[in-house]
């Protein structure tokens, strides 16, 4: 489904470390609008829990998380 | 001048005392009574026995190795001045009794060229730790952390330095004649000797007594509390 | 600002007054012997990093609050009160500093800036001026383990995931990732990324050892953040399983901050004595390869190999020694900095500074002085436990082509084992 939607932008995280891939998605959701969404792939496993854990927390929302072909693959919509 | 010498060499001398030591004493009893951290904040290596924690906090405040590492020139300063001091605090012990033992040993003239030595040397050190300090904090990040405190500080020990010095190298007035003075306020029956009325030297002292008046009183109240809490600060980086 | 709330923010420094605190507030000379320790004073001489200069804006508002002298002649101390100015130079000082104590080592009283910098954050936060986004990675972490529930089967199915690693390289099918076992001895706590796993499992495999993996990673950046309780209740998360499994210690991995706050911090904080030990996972490896409980290849590394002593795990954790033995077990040419150990520089990315975007430049400006360090050794490959110091000195690498590669000790560790299963590299990152 992740592939058929347009994201307002798209973030390459693979190779990065936990807690980066977390911390690059929050750095990043300013920039797109209210609504709007970010398109990351992450390799880091533990970005599965992370990444829903900090959306949740800051009030946004996950709109996907899936594992392809080892990689793991979010999108990310901007609630406020 | 006797009026001046009264309020600078005689009451001031007992209020200087008397809110040095009651300040002193109750700036140590707030920290005493503060609750202590429960979170260690030493720092590694530690020594590992009780014993070796005292010595090292001695060493630490005492010497201040890695402040002279990084520091060496203020290092030297700071230690020179802080060395002087002590030796010129001890020498002033002769104005409550003459060190006979040392008289005994050295002869009166042996003895009047030693305190002439000792306490020129105490006194120039002093002075030029003082100017190094003045100079120090008039440029730079130096003077951006000064505050006006540092500079008051600095002013007063200027003002006692530069007097208690004017006393030892123009000053004709000697030692015995100081002590009659300082004796009789030891026993509360001040009095200040002729000798010093008569002599224009007795304006050095009070000025000298003034400046240190205000000292003592300010003490209490400024960053010089580190005189104790230096060493309690010490024993924390170990802790 | 309201009067009303700069009375309030003041007593936040009374909250969190202590004796240490207040003499660190009340002796101060303001020598600034403390300027030429803390490298990012070094490297921008910008005054606001002056470490005396960040201690005196909480001074400056213990002065006009908590003594007469400077309620009544402010101007002497130039005391002031906590408003938006004052907040707003606070909060550059205080959160670009990375804790690494420098500082502290060399004052002649032992001040340490960095303690008085945590009020300063707990005053920002009770403003409102936190930083974000240490504040949300915080709230995050407390987030996963408030809805355990929620995330548990994802985070197990990512230790599934190492663990199939695990058995490749090891060799043995029945290599395992145990989660959640009762009586085992050794709680590992990670972080959450496979790379902090995957090795510690390959060793704990090979020397046998009876452990099991926390639910929850071991970096707190509540602790970074400022905040006292949020911090302990990050630690908390697996302190709890800990005593609930019965282990005999908690092992923290290669982090720096995240083993202060178990081995230092937590007890404090928690106002209970640990029922087990708490130790860091090079001290547990280098008992391994000095008891012969896991073997590495004395000429695993010929190129000249240098180590950097995370502030956390150094001065500030007391672990000095063991990372040095465990690399020169393997590597035949190393070389150490100077100065190190406890005089060691600060590479400049500590504190969660790595997490603030903005600080990004400032950050790789305040590592030039570890960048000289590492380049002067003429080493091939750094070595160093704590992720935040790794990610910084990789920074370093690119921004000022150090031609260097850097390591974790137990990825050296886990290449130089000689392993019964694939031979290829495994580098969890790739
Ligand atoms: C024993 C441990 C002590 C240590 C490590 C220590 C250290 C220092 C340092 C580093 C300074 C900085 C000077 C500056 O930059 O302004 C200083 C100043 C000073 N200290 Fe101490 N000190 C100690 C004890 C004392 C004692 C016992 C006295 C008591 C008379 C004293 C009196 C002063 C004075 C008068 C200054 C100059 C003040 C100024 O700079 O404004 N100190 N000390
Ligand atoms: S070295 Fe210590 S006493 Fe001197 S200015 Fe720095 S913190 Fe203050
Ligand atoms: S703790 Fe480190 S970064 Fe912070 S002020 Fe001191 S030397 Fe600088």
Redesign the pocket.
Known sequence: MSEEMKADLDLDLKGLLCPMPMVKVSQNIASVPVGGTIRAVATDPGSMADIPAWAKSTGNEVISAEKVDGEFVFMVKRLK | METFLYITAVYGVYLGIGVFVIGMAWRTYQWATTPKSPVRLGMFPKPKTGAARVLKMLKD??I?PQ?ARIEPL?WAF?FA??VA?LGA?VGHGRLIHEFTPLVNWLGEDGMATFAAWSGGTAGILMLAA?VF?IA??TFGPFKQLSVPE?YL??AL?FGVIIMGDHMRFVGTIHAATYREWFQSLLVFKPEIPDDILRSTTGWSLGAHMLFTDLFLIYFPFS??V??IG??SANLVRSE | METQQMTTLAGVLDKKMNRQLKQYLDIC?????CKDACHQYVATQDFKYLPARRAELIRQIYKKYFTKTGEFVPALYEARDPDENLLDELYESAYACTGCRRCMYYC??SIDTAWILSVAKAILIAAGKGNEMLGQLADAALFKSDNFEMFKDVIVDGFKDIELQVKELTGDPDAEIPVDKQGADILYVALAGAHSILPAAVIFHEAKASWTLSYFEAANYGYFFGDAVKARQIADRFMDEAKRLGVKEVVITECGHAYRVAEIFHEAWSGEKHSFKVRHILEVIDEYITDGRITVRPDAITEPVTYHDPCQVGRNGGIFEQPRNIVCALASDFRDMTPNREQQWCCGGGGGLVAISEMDEFRLKSGTIKAEQIKATGARIIASPCENCRLQMEGLNDSMELGIEVKAIMDLVLEAMPLAGSSAKVTPTD
Do not use: E, G, N, Q
């Open positions: 405040t005492l201040a402040s203020m700071a001045f802080h001091a605090f003082v300090w120090r904090r540092d500080l600095l020990l960053k010089l580190h005189a230096a060493f | 000379a303001r020598c600034a012997i002649p009283f």
